[in-house]
């Protein structure tokens, strides 16, 4: 079991979902006629679409993130099975030389 400082062991991250911002009308653009209300969903268009961006731009960095922290965790598995690989090695190497010098 092989975990950061502060993870139980066995904790299962929850599925990645890519998130998507939706205007609040489920998608459809607002109509051509221009508004005259100051909180207009066609005023703040290009506001939304920034918080798009935004999001993926998070989304994108906190999969960055996770594939970086597996390989970092494979890393650590990796290495301590090669440790136990010399350890064990070594003394089989010790015990073989210490039989033959009896």
């Not at 207009?40 to 989304?59: D, K, M, S």
């Not at 070594?90 to 039989?99: E, Y």
Request: net charge positive; with cysteine; hydrophobic share 35%.
């Amino acid at each position: 079991c092989v975990r950061e400082r502060g993870e139980p062991c066995g904790q299962s991250r929850p599925p990645e979902s890519p998130p998507s911002p939706q205007p609040p009308n489920g998608g459809a653009r607002p109509p051509a006629v221009p508004c005259r209300e100051p909180q207009c969903l066609c005023r703040q268009e290009a506001l939304l679409r920034h918080v798009a961006t935004i999001a993926n731009t998070f989304h994108s960095h906190r999969a960055a993130q996770r594939r970086y922290e597996d390989w970092k965790r494979l890393a650590r598995v990796m290495d301590r099975f090669f440790l136990g690989i010399f350890f064990s090695m070594a003394l089989v190497m010790s015990l073989l030389v210490l039989v033959q010098a009896l």
